[in-house]
């Protein structure tokens, strides 16, 4: 087993500045509720939502905190599972705001509902045919891994077997957003959608996304709480999160690639990448550009890439190219026609053959911010009156924190 | 009547004369007893369906004639409205439509058709995969239904459905059908009139349509190989739209 040698303490949470961030969150997190009900009770109507574009802006952030919940659990997942002890003292930060942004997440994908007062229906009849229905299964037993590994980890008696808990935790997360890649890597119908690259390419999006997340939270929640946080274990997080944003790029490109080989997909194609409006935009400029080939740069330019704020800067960008690139998937695959008649000219009432407009309505991007706002709520809670905070993330105690460690234990799984 | 019918007159009429036997048995089955003035209570008893519960021995299906004048297909149109309660509202872009007319041009040739596209009623339904809770489901005989008390308005069926034939109720609804009770935050598509199935009748549509002279509109049981619609999909080679996904849809077409 491994010794953790590292302490954590709670975070003072006393000063105005606390108060008024954890006032500002909750104002917000009651924000969305209060958007919520004003769908509910005038209807989807009232949103940009329509029988053409289904799925709109509070999808793109539900699907972004999930995601993001899968990948930030990277963190936790590399320190026990490949032994990596750099790491390991941010493991509890990790585990717990993997659970804060599936919470957040899940808010906001339960609260868009049409009928979210049968949540007790979703939660008690199942159609195991419906990648949906393992969903709910997936999220809920996220939940309960994530909560046993993250016990297991600040209590010490159960400490020997957080690594155990730790892999399961990772295998389940994996299946995770498996699950949420193939939401849409099963809708055969959709020519923007139906690729079984969705869920390996959400399992690379996830690990950027989350990996962007928890740098942000720990310099900030570092600097505001006054405790040393060193470069090593920073720049550890900067190479890692070059490589995830890489790997997304990678992904993206294999699966433009593949539907551009292929002659039934040239319209789509043609659509998100060349005349697309602002999906194309969005693609090429924010999800390409400000999300991934800036934010490279950033990271691996000596000048930047050596401060913590380029870094954050860059762990930003990646979280807005993120949005763009769920915003380009969700919503560009609807716009997109069905092609019901490949090949031919289509129109109706219904507005077949054309390309669905969708204007995102303030109710919508409420509730969407609100995810994140009741995700951070959580964690600025929970680091008040949980131990999950090292006092020092200095370059010399990480040293020391690695040391320890690998004379106790190498090997993984031990 | 276009020169492309489908079948002869006659044999619609006799469609009908069985369908109607049908619903007079079924009709006969239901018991009624006033109470009081104005309270009126309706007894369905074990009898009253005569059709017995759907079983997969059916296949109910359609035939259209994509050929026919288009004018036609507002009929259909409107017979769905007026039976099923939907339409009236101002708001296109989220207003139901269980039932719609499609023109389809092709730009090489120029060649136009003009048809109803409706629930194509799957036997490979990709709404009813997807549906989390089980509300999109199929029954015996292939119709493929919303069950409104346990649809949670997710809309995965509306992405999942190649044909765009499901809508969201995006606001309150009036004018509700007492055999079709709808709600604001629940997905709705077509039901191929089971109610009316279910006593022996025709979808509203196909009779509309048939009433006004048209026989473009052919209805009946696919697995019935002495069903009109039977011989007519073995006498003609129809169409299923994107028939390439492989959902068997049991809706053809002729003339696209």
């Known amino acids: ?69 899968s990948g930030v659990l990277n963190v936790s997942s590399i320190s026990s599972v490949f032994s990596k002890h750099h790491y390991k003292p941010m493991a509890r930060l990790s585990a717990l705001t993997a659970l804060a942004l599936l919470a957040g997440g899940l808010m906001v994908l339960v609260l868009d509902l049409g009928r979210p007062d049968r949540l007790i229906v979703a939660m008690t009849k199942y159609n195991f045919k419906s990648i949906f229905a393992w969903n709910i299964y997936l999220y809920t037993g996220f939940f309960v891994i994530v909560l046993i590994y993250l016990w297991m980890m600040m209590e010490r008696r159960f400490a020997p077997h957080s690594k155990k808990a730790g892999l399961l935790a990772f295998v389940w997360r994996l299946a995770l957003t498996t699950g949420t890649g193939s939401i849409f890597g099963f809708l055969v119908a959709r020519p923007g959608y139906d690729a079984a690259i969705m869920a390996p390419m959400f399992i690379a999006m996830s690990f950027a996304f989350g990996l962007a997340i928890f740098i942000l939270l720990v310099t900030v929640t570092y600097k505001a709480s006054e405790r040393p946080l060193g470069d090593l274990i920073l720049f550890k997080m900067r190479n890692l999160l070059g490589v995830f944003i890489a790997a997304v790029l990678y992904f993206t490109a294999a699966m433009h690639l593949t539907n551009l080989y292929a002659a039934e997909h040239m319209g789509v194609e043609r659509f998100i990448l060349m005349d697309g409006g602002i999906y194309t935009f969005l693609f090429w400029v924010v999800q390409i550009g400000i999300g991934s080939v ?31 690139q769920l915003y380009v998937i969700i919503v560009g695959g609807q716009a997109f026609p069905l092609q019901m008649f490949p090949g031919m000219e289509v129109s109706s009432s219904f507005f077949d053959g054309q390309v669905h407009g969708y204007a995102p309505s303030l109710p919508e991007v409420v509730l969407g911010l609100s995810g994140i706002a009741t995700a ?39 | 009547m276009s020169t492309n019918n489908l079948n002869t007159q006659q044999t619609v009429d006799a469609a009908k004369r069985d369908f109607l036997k049908a619903g007079a048995k079924a009709t006969a089955a239901v018991a009624v007893v006033t109470l009081a003035p104005g309270v009126t209570l309706y007894s369905v008893g074990a009898k009253a369906a005569v059709t017995g519960p759907a079983t997969s021995e059916r296949r109910w299906g359609m035939l259209i004639d994509a050929t026919a004048p288009e004018d036609i297909w507002d009929i259909a149109v409107d017979a769905c409205k007026t039976e099923q309660g939907w339409g009236g509202g101002n708001n296109p872009a989220t207003d139901p439509q269980w039932i719609r007319k499609v ?25 009813v995969d997807v549906c989390p809770t089980g509300a999109s ?36 609804v009036t004018g509700q059908k007492p055999h079709m009770p709808r709600g604001k935050g629940t997905v ?12 022996g009748q025709l979808p509203a549509c196909v009779e509309a349509v048939t009433t006004a002279g048209s026989d473009a509109m052919l209805f009946g049981d696919l697995n019935d190989p002495n069903s009109d619609i039977s011989r007519a999909v073995s006498k003609y080679v129809t169409q299923r739209i994107r028939q390439d996904l492989g959902v068997e849809p049991s809706v053809h077409y002729r003339g696209i």
């Open chain 2, 103 to 127: 023109s389809v041009k092709d730009p090489k040739t120029g060649a136009k058709a003009t048809l109803p596209v409706m629930c194509q009623h799957c036997e490979n339904p990709p709404c």
């Open chain 1, 1 to 69: 087993m491994a010794l953790d040698t590292t302490v954590y303490k709670e975070i003072e949470g006393t000063g105005a500045d606390y108060y008024a961030l954890v006032g500002w969150l909750a104002v917000f997190a009651a924000a969305g509720l209060g958007a919520s009900y004003y769908m509910e009770h005038y209807g989807h109507v009232v949103t940009g939502m329509t029988n053409a574009i289904v799925w709109g802006t509070p999808h793109v952030f539900a699907v972004f905190l999930i995601v993001a919940a």
């Open chain 1, 294 to 324: 800036f934010p490279l740069a950033l990271l691996f330019n000596p000048a930047t890439g050596r401060t913590c704020q380029g870094i954050s800067i860059a762990s930003m960008m990646v979280i807005v190219g993120g949005l763009a």
């Open chain 1, 376 to 414: 951070l709520l959580i964690v600025a809670v929970a680091v008040k009156y949980l131990p999950l905070l090292p006092v020092s993330l200095s370059d010399a105690h990480i040293r020391i924190s690695r040391s320890l460690d690998h004379h106790i234990e190498d090997a993984p799984f031990s």
């Open chain 2, 137 to 172: 489901m199929q029954r015996a005989d292939g119709i493929v239904l919303v069950d409104k008390h346990i649809c949670i308005g997710c809309r995965y069926c509306m992405m999942a459905c190649p044909y765009a034939c499901r809508s969201f109720v995006h606001e309150n």
């Open chain 2, 188 to 199: 709705e598509s077509c039901t191929l009139c089971v109610h009316r199935i279910d006593k």
